[in-house]
């Protein structure tokens, strides 16, 4: 089984990965996160206690960032210091406190149900997790940190049977998710351009 990356700024000219590793792409995924010397910039990584969050966390660490993390149940321990949030983000009154408190300079969005088998039994919870958090979350952003960059977690399935069939899929071809998971994912990316253009937001897929 392999995991297909496609990263590309909206609204920007396109950058595109392709790797079999997820934590491979954390250094092309944070590339665009710089500390430039101008005092400590603050990261919020939600869903940080998850399978990528505790290989990004550490990687951020590493680069001089002040880390705020967010999860919803057990917090990961790492052997550093991180300020931690625990946030419901299908909450719409917990994401903007947590937007307002860290105000950060750039986010990794990562929270989110993640199993797309799970989305055919919770079709709705799927929706509101991986849609209704992540528009609460940009909202968020337009109120309190318009300039933050961010990174949203999106899915190759959004392409349909076309990843299916080729194993990997580019930008150009078209999108038909087959489940409510993927619908999501695509749904997710379509609440981001529309932020992107009606707010100048500098978003990134993932």
């Known amino acids: 089984w392999r995991r297909i990356w496609i990263g590309f700024v909206i609204a920007s000219p396109a950058r595109r990965t392709g790797r079999s590793n ?18 400590m910039k603050r990261v919020l990584v939600t869903g940080a206690s998850g399978f990528v969050g505790s290989h990004l966390v550490p990687h ?20 550093f210091s991180v300020r931690w ?5 299908t909450r719409y009154q917990e994401v903007l406190a947590l937007v307002r408190e860290a105000r950060p300079h750039y986010v990794f969005h990562l929270a989110g149900q993640a199993v797309p088998w799970k989305s055919w039994r919770e079709p709705n919870s799927t929706h509101q997790l991986n849609v209704g958090a992540t ?38 071809d078209p999108t038909s998710p087959l489940s409510p998971y993927a ?12 932020f992107v253009k009606s707010h100048g937001l500098e978003i990134v897929i993932a």
């Open 183 to 194: 619908g999501s994912k695509l749904l997710l990316e379509m609440a981001a351009l529309n």
């Open 22 to 39: 997820p934590v491979c792409e954390i250094a092309s995924l944070t590339s665009f996160a710089r500390n430039d010397g101008a005092g």
């Open 85 to 89: 949030f625990r946030s419901d983000l």
């Open 135 to 172: 528009i609460s979350l940009l909202d968020g952003m337009v109120r309190f940190a318009p300039h933050a960059r961010v990174v949203l977690v999106s899915s190759a399935q959004v392409y349909g049977s076309t990843f299916f069939e080729k194993g990997r899929v580019s930008e150009s």
């Open 60 to 79: 951020l660490y590493e680069k001089g960032f002040e880390i705020w993390a967010s999860c919803h149940h057990h917090k990961y321990r790492f052997p």
